[in-house]
């Protein structure tokens, strides 16, 4: 086998029968995903807008027309046209050049809040289905507080006591948004935590620990990603709810929210000042979940419609 | 002294009201070498025996012991090697996203065991499945296949004593024969003890040289295969299994259901 694996075409190592090496085994089930994934064209459009607003928040220098805060007084509000793609706002700002560097700050609070959310969410999920008991009861309770906090307002509190700004904006979506995960991963524990495979791993002698990390985690991180890229889009949405409130990202920051509150007091008069920015903020969004939606029959196929 | 020692087993499970005895002091021996048996119907606790043995539950009183060793002092890796369990639904005891590799060196990577290539290939040809099944993952493998892995990953760590859960009762019929064949030559191979639970009267017989008979909780009777075949079974639940096993018969099942309505 391993001879002739070498002369194999690249389509016959990802569909062949005879599978030789991890490796192949691996490449083949992602090749498979990946098929499935790319079969749905919503889904596709998703992953094509996320991937163009990561490529935007990494090359904003080189994409942007203009300075994102350089001001041009002589040249404000003007609509879209050649010099300015998307218009000007009140202080001559070129809009495009601002939701382009804008995207750098939506990417920044969507990752850093699914980077904070997933693990806190899986190990108090996974820690409460597996151990059960008292454990469980104490995690849920504690779950059921946090879920119980209305995270608008919760980040309205935060901006009072420590001051406006994206961290605590981020800290603030986080409090509010790990209890879904948590007990989405405690849903997924429950059902298998009586199943002959946890029990057989058991016997086998392994620790608690272990057959949360080897045997139930595989099960339960398909589904949370799931959860986590539909998440994504509410968290964008309050993240710029907060800097509409002023709460969030300060001026000059070029947040899609911040932009949208300052341009809505000339939104009679110059639309695109509120406009663009706000198309920014429902396109990320929905391409969000639609991204989420594709991800979730590829992955979890219990769930798909 | 023989090698499993089962000593006035008892086990409660549920809390409160909901409180309810699986088993009633329990007590028999296995010999090394030896295949015994449990059979019993449904709910009857067999399988629960096997699952005190294995450490699954643990809130049981009396005693188990293995080799004169008893549960509570036996350090628990040493336990999980010298005793395995092979489980009845092998569509559940297999984890789906693991490949037959990972599941057969899961258990050697937890003893910190050495060549654990070499002892997975090893354990794949002993339980009869080509190296090809190696990287497959088990949606991929027919029942009987799978079986076979839940089998291999059971030897892999070379126990002496090996707990099957009605191995077979999962299985297409077709299948059931080549699984027990593997069953007994691996005995002979691997010099293993075997503690068998079924419900089928026939595979008790084709498998074991003595076996209990449970109902509800408790042990009716003990007997050996020769006493089978010579039909000295005394226990009415003894005689009315084995009847029941021998064909169906419309009025055993009638009186079977007035009994159980009186």
């Known amino acids: 086998m391993s001879e002739n694996s070498s002369s194999m075409s690249l389509r016959e190592y990802l569909s062949s029968d005879t599978v030789t090496s991890m490796r192949q085994a691996t490449a083949q089930r992602v090749y498979w995903s990946l098929r499935a994934f790319l079969g749905n064209p919503l889904a596709v459009f998703g992953l094509v807008v996320i991937l163009a607003m990561i490529l935007a928040a990494i090359f904003a220098p080189w994409i942007a027309t203009h300075d994102p805060n350089a001001q041009n007084l002589s040249r404000a509000l003007q609509p879209p046209g050649e010099e300015n793609w998307l218009g000007t706002d009140e202080l001559g700002r070129d809009i495009f050049s601002r939701i382009v560097y804008g995207s750098r700050i939506s990417i920044y609070i969507v990752i850093l809040v699914s980077v904070i959310v997933a693990p806190v969410g899986l190990v108090v999920g996974m820690a409460a289905g597996y151990f059960g008991g008292w454990v469980d009861r104490v995690l849920m309770r504690v779950t059921d507080i946090f879920l119980s906090f209305p995270s608008l307002i919760l980040a309205l509190a935060f901006a009072a006591a420590l001051g406006p700004g994206i961290e605590n904006a981020v800290i603030a979506i986080s409090l509010t948004a790990w209890p879904s995960i948590a007990r989405l991963a405690r849903a997924e524990t429950l059902t298998m935590r009586a199943s002959d495979f946890i029990a057989a791993a058991q016997v086998s002698g392994a620790s608690a620990l272990r057959i949360l990390r080897r045997h139930i985690l595989p099960i339960c991180v398909p589904s949370v990603i799931v959860r986590i890229t539909l998440n994504m889009a509410g968290v964008l949405l309050t993240a710029a709810g907060l800097g509409f409130l002023g709460l969030g990202a300060q001026p000059p920051t070029p947040e899609w929210g911040a932009m949208t509150s300052a341009g809505r007091r000339f939104m009679i008069d110059s639309w695109w000042v509120v406009t663009m920015p706000g198309m920014a903020i429902l396109v990320v969004a929905l391409a969000f979940n639609l991204f989420g939606d594709g991800l979730r029959d590829v992955l979890d196929p219990r769930q798909s419609r | ?262």
Not at chain 2, 111 to 127: A, C, P, T, Y
């Open chain 2, 1 to 262: 002294m023989s090698l499993i020692d089962i000593d006035d087993l008892s086990l409660f499970l549920g809390q409160g009201a909901r409180r309810r005895k699986i088993l009633d002091s329990i007590s028999f021996s296995v010999e090394a070498g030896q295949t015994y048996g449990l059979v019993g119907e449904s709910g009857s606790g067999k399988s629960t025996v096997l699952r005190c043995i294995a450490g699954l539950y643990r809130q049981w009183t009396g005693g188990i012991a293995v080799d004169g060793q008893t549960f509570r002092q036996a350090d628990r890796l040493g336990w999980c090697r010298n005793v395995q369990m092979v489980f009845q639904d092998p569509y559940g005891s297999l984890h789906p996203k693991h490949q037959i590799e990972d599941i057969l060196a899961e258990p050697l990577h937890i003893h910190k065991l050495d060549n654990i290539g070499e002892r997975v290939g090893k354990v794949l040809d002993q339980v009869g499945l080509p190296g090809k099944f190696r990287y497959r993952f088990p949606h991929q493998l027919s029942g009987g296949q799978r079986q076979r892995v839940a089998i291999a990953r059971a030897m892999v760590l070379r126990p002496s004593i090996v707990l099957l859960d009605e191995p077979t009762s999962a299985l297409d019929v077709s299948i059931q024969a080549e699984i027990l064949n593997l069953f007994m030559d691996l005995r002979e191979e691997l010099k293993l003890t075997y503690l068998l639970v079924s419900h089928d009267l026939s595979v008790i017989d084709h498998m074991c040289s003595a076996f209990a008979v449970m109902q509800a909780g408790r042990i009716v009777e003990v007997l050996t295969r020769d006493a089978l075949e010579n039909n000295e079974a005394s226990a009415p639940y003894t005689r009315t299994l084995i009847e029941a096993s021998e064909r169906y018969d419309r009025d055993l099942a009638l009186r079977q259901a007035e009994a159980e309505q009186a």
